[in-house]
């Protein structure tokens, strides 16, 4: 397990935003630090506001920090890279195009040939269910169909890490509950890694094998936890979420993070 | 009564456009088959239907009617597509340059409120009676609806549509043409309708001051020699044609653009 190979150093990341439009500064970050391993699957838990999606556009390269840095394969980053996929909290799916040229956009843009990206481009349909769709428009498709285009989109263009921001977080609880098997089978069948934001405690708990958990806004890591429910209910025990390890951590988490006060 | 209610009801919208069209023309019937106005305040409908038919064929004052409504064209789709080639790129610039915006934006907000007649009067100056004022008239007309909706289209596009093509690999090339051109598609088209509709009266208006051929003309000069038929005829001739460009562009719209409405 210590052999793990550091993927992307996140340090001593600050960040502020300007006061703009008549409102006041903003200070969104304080002394960020994180390492995140190869195959890791990174929940990160904080109340709303905390500044958990300045910190995803960060490490996306979409937002510049006020000071620190972030490093990929010890390489410090500048600017967006295909390398780190994003799905955003709501799908930015573009309506002109098929479901399928969703999931192909990478690779088109690339000029990669059709022959191929195509089975590719099948292969990660099929994974996501939507094989059925490919020729749909996305306005066509249920918001879950549409955060799972925008899932097979980002995983088809072979990212080092994916980055989501609240994927789920507009779904209603069923379709959440088997949006959040599919992530997990797909983590556990090829392994990428993942850095998932969520506010939802048992999201974390269900999916990462790391949780990070984020302070009231400006957002600090306050404390990390390692957890491998999301392998017990792969393998099947779906019970693992009434064991009193599980609950217990829960409290801890709901706590750290703020939600007991509320 | 309740029975009406009902009638009313069931029918379709399209329906009740063709009754209400049918009275319009009932009543004009009756008028011409009582005679009850006058010859040159209201044609009979029969006298209006002749002079169509002869405009047609022996044509008006030098030219036939298709003739006309040809140098109609010919002056308002020069200016609508040269207006289309320099409004939509000029428009998509100014959206994202803020440079661009600032050098254009004043000339256009200044001309923009200016009824077209006002500055023809200069243009006729400078560039004569023949066709070129007319096209840099109805051009300017086309002009503005197409670049005020480029501008706006683009301050729409959420960041999030940029940066998901960013972050899959996007470069500022490829943004334009498969994020920010698709996006903008559907506000650009209704802006280039709303310039055929600006155009098109403008160029009738154009045509009444200075010219010797096209609708506009052929309406006024009749006119001018108390031919309330032509004056009709031409009237009927243009709403047709106002109308048919406007359904062509719908249906144009509808096969290019099927995402409008589902941004
Ligand atoms: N572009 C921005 N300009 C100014 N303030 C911002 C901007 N984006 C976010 N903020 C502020 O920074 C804080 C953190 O925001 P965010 O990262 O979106 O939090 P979270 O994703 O945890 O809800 C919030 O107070 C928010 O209002
Ligand atoms: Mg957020």
């Known amino acids: ?262 | 009564m309740k029975k009406v209610r009902a009638v009313i009801a069931q029918t379709k919208p399209w329906v009740i456009s063709v009754i209400s069209m049918c009275i319009i023309l009932l009543a004009w019937i009756v008028i011409s088959v009582l005679g009850i106005a006058s010859m040159r305040t209201v044609p009979p409908i029969q006298s209006v239907i002749y002079s169509l038919y002869s405009i047609s064929t022996e044509g008006y004052k030098g030219s036939t009617l298709l003739g006309h409504i040809g140098a109609s064209f010919f002056r308002l789709f020069t200016a609508f597509f040269l207006a289309i080639l320099t409004a939509v790129p000029l428009g998509l610039l100014s959206g994202q340059i803020r440079k661009v915006r600032s050098a254009l934006e004043p000339v256009i907000e200044f001309i923009r409120p200016l009824p077209p007649l006002a500055y023809y009067t200069v243009l006729v100056l400078w560039m004569g009676i023949g066709n070129g004022s007319k096209i840099m008239l109805l051009y300017i007309a086309c002009f503005t609806p197409i670049y005020v909706a480029c501008v706006s289209a683009v301050s729409k596009i959420p960041a999030s549509y940029i940066d998901t093509a960013r972050t899959l690999g996007a470069g500022r090339r490829q943004i334009f043409k498969r994020v920010i051109l698709p996006y903008t598609a559907p506000d650009i088209f209704t802006g280039i309708r709303t310039s055929m509709g600006h155009g098109y009266s403008t160029l009738v208006a154009a045509e009444m001051v200075a010219a010797a051929s096209g609708m506009g003309w052929m309406v006024l000069d009749a006119s001018n020699w108390l031919r309330s038929d032509v004056v009709f005829a031409g009237i009927i001739v243009m709403g047709i044609t106002g109308i048919l460009i406007d359904k062509i562009l719908r249906e144009l719209e509808k096969r290019l653009v099927p995402w409008k409405g589902k941004l």
């Open chain 1, 1 to 262: 397990m210590n052999e793990k190979k550091i993927l992307m150093t996140v340090r001593n990341l600050c960040l502020t935003y300007d006061a703009s439009l008549g409102g006041s500064e903003t200070e969104a970050l304080e002394d960020v630090n994180l390492d995140i391993y190869e195959g890791d699957f990174i929940c990160v838990l904080g109340p709303s506001g905390c500044g958990k999606t300045s910190l995803l556009n960060i490490m996306a390269g979409l937002v510049s920090a006020t000071s620190g840095s972030v490093l990929m394969n010890g390489k410090r980053i500048r600017g967006v890279d295909r390398e780190r996929a994003v799905v955003f909290q709501t799908p930015t799916l573009y309506p002109w195009i098929s479901v399928k040229k969703n999931i192909a956009f990478g690779p088109d843009i690339r000029q990669v040939p059709e022959s191929e990206s195509a089975e590719k481009v099948d292969h990660y349909l099929k994974l996501v269910g939507l094989e059925d769709f490919a020729d749909s428009k996305p306005y066509e498709l249920s918001g879950g169909m549409r955060q799972r285009t925008a899932l097979a989109r980002a995983l088809v263009n072979d990212p080092s890490i994916i980055l989501l921001d609240e994927p789920f977080g507009a779904l209603d609880a069923f379709t959440r509950s088997s949006m959040q098997d599919l992530i997990r089978n797909i983590w556990k069948e090829t392994s990428p890694t993942i850095f998932l934001i969520t506010h939802d405690v048992d999201e974390a708990l269900m999916l990462g094998n790391r949780i990070v958990t984020m302070s009231q806004r400006p957002g600090r890591i306050i404390k990390e936890f390692e957890t491998s429910f999301t392998d017990r209910v792969f393998d099947g025990d779906e019970d693992v979420r009434y064991s009193q390890e599980y609950i217990n951590m829960r409290k801890e988490l709901l706590t750290l993070v703020g939600y007991g006060k509320a």
